[in-house]
C-alpha cells in the first residue's frame, strides 16, 4: 500500500472495524480473567469446569478472529493513511505488541486453557492456577496500555518518519495538538 491511501469512508469504516475489534478483544480478555478467577477461587468442582470450559469457548471461536481482524485492520490502517506503519512511535508500538499478544494468545494462552480443560475433565484439579491467570492478565494490560497509547499518541515521529517529514509534506498532527502556522 505504500503511498496508496484510503479514501475516507473508507478510512473511517475500517477505522470503526479496528476500534470495535480491539474493544471486542479487550472485553473478551477481560471475561477470560473473570473466568479465570473463579476458577481458581472457587471450591466448587462443577464451577471450575464450567469456567475453563467457558474460557476454552472464548479462546477457540472469539479470541483468535478479534485478535487477527484488530492485527489486519490495524496494518491495513497504518499503510492507508498518513500515520504510516513506521512514521510514528505510538503506531509501530502498537503493531508490535499487536503482533506479539496475537502470537502469545496462539502459543500460550490458548495451551494454557486446553490443558486446564483437559485436567478437570479427567476430574483432576487444575494442574497451575497460572494457566487461566497469566495469560488473560498480561493480555489486559498489553490492551489497556495499547489503548492509552492509541488515545494519547506519545513519543512523536520515528527516524524515517522524522526524514519524511524533512522531505515532504505534512503529516497529521497529534491529538490535542495544534498546528502552528509558518
Not at 481458581?40 to 470450559?53: E, F, K, N, Y
Not at 487461566?132 to 489503548?147: D, E, N, R
Request: charged fraction near 15%; hydrophobic fraction near 50%.
Amino acid at each position: 500500500m505504500g503511498d496508496v491511501k484510503l479514501s475516507r469512508p473508507a478510512r473511517r469504516a475500517l477505522l470503526v472495524v479496528h476500534v470495535a475489534a480491539s474493544a471486542g478483544w479487550l472485553g473478551l480478555t477481560l471475561g477470560l480473567l473473570a473466568l479465570g478467577i473463579t476458577a481458581t477461587t472457587t471450591g466448587s468442582a462443577p464451577a471450575v469446569t464450567a469456567a475453563v470450559r467457558s474460557m476454552k469457548l472464548f479462546a477457540d471461536w472469539l479470541l483468535l478472529p478479534a485478535a487477527f481482524l484488530t492485527l489486519l485492520s490495524g496494518l491495513v490502517l497504518a499503510l492507508g493513511t498518513a500515520w504510516g506503519l513506521a512514521r510514528h512511535r505510538w503506531v509501530y508500538t502498537k503493531f508490535w505488541l499487536t503482533l506479539a499478544t496475537t502470537t502469545a494468545t496462539v502459543l500460550a494462552l490458548r495451551p494454557g486453557v486446553n490443558e486446564a480443560v483437559a485436567a478437570v475433565s479427567g476430574g483432576r484439579p487444575l494442574p497451575d492456577a497460572g494457566d487461566v491467570l497469566f495469560g488473560p492478565a498480561v493480555s489486559l494490560s498489553a490492551y489497556v496500555f495499547m489503548t492509552a497509547v492509541s488515545v494519547l499518541k506519545p513519543w512523536g515521529p520515528t527516524r524515517r518518519g522524522r526524514k519524511r517529514r524533512a522531505g515532504s509534506g505534512p503529516t497529521p498532527p497529534a491529538a490535542g495538538r495544534v498546528r502552528q502556522p509558518a
